[in-house]
T-cell receptor
Framework: SQQGEEDPQALSIQEGENATMNCSYK?????LQWYRQNSGRGLVHLIL?????REKHSGRLRVTLDTSKKSSSLLITASRAADTASYFC???????????FGTGTRLQVTL | NAGVTQTPKFQVLKTGQSMTLQCAQD?????MYWYRQDPGMGLRLIYY???????DKGEVPNGYNVSRLNKREFSLRLESAAPSQTSVYFC??????????????FGPGTRLTVL
């Protein structure tokens, strides 16, 4: 079963706007990671946030984590057409470095 | 560095045929993984190998076998393919096996169709 559920399933915005996607999970975690998948490609790691962190930034990415609500959000600021992709959250529960992936958010950024 | 490589990129099988998907990484990672991705879904873990010489079942292991041939290579075998195994298969690896640094690196995928 999926540990993480992303919301929304699909998001369409214009270039320059911000994109926010959310992830909810079910069990306690050691860390939560976000990945991007371009169409037809493998996943690429974007950012990792540990369970004792509340917010993390990397370039135009901002991730928050609320362990009390078992949820995380990924904000992409000033989006570009090249940000068009699917975004997945993945949770690490500390079992042999396994990750459990959510169902993903498909982001479309139009010019 | 090639990262994680997978062969083949595409494969069509008939029901009942067998095949092996190959995966290799050149990052000296300890852990390797096999996932399947079905349309509109996230990745589901088939098998993983936390370190050379060990393999363990993931969420959906039925119908598959794996071999961790050495530290670099981790293969996935379908002994008798079924249409339900039509999917995109991804191999991944990660370094230390500790939660602090276990980001995974993915291969480009193998698109398998079983008729």
């Amino acid at each position: 079963s999926q540990q993480g559920e992303e919301d929304p399933q699909a998001l369409s915005i214009q270039e320059g706007e911000n994109a926010t996607m959310n992830c909810s999970y079910k069990t306690s975690i050691n860390n939560l990671q976000w990945y991007r998948q371009n169409s037809g490609r493998g996943l690429v790691h974007l950012i990792l946030i540990r369970s004792n962190e509340r917010e993390k930034h990397s370039g135009r990415l901002r991730v928050t984590l609320d362990t009390s609500k078992k949820s995380s959000s990924l904000l992409i600021t000033a989006s570009r057409a090249a940000d068009t992709a699917s975004y997945f959250c993945a949770t690490d529960t500390g079992t042999a470095s396994k990750l459990t992936f959510g169902t993903g958010t498909r982001l479309q950024v139009t010019l | 560095n090639a990262g994680v490589t997978q062969t083949p990129k595409f494969q069509v099988l008939k029901t009942g045929q067998s095949m092996t998907l190959q995966c290799a990484q050149d990052m000296n990672h300890n852990s390797m993984y096999w996932y399947r991705q079905d349309p509109g879904m996230g990745l589901r873990l088939i098998y993983y190998s936390a370190s050379e010489g060990t393999t363990d079942k993931g969420e959906v292991p039925n119908g598959y076998n794996v071999s961790r041939l050495n530290k670099r290579e981790f293969s996935l075998r379908l002994e008798s393919a079924a249409p339900s195994q039509t999917s995109v298969y991804f191999c991944a690896s990660s370094g230390s096996g500790t939660s602090a640094h276990n980001e995974q690196f993915f291969g480009p995928g193998t698109r398998l169709t079983v008729l």
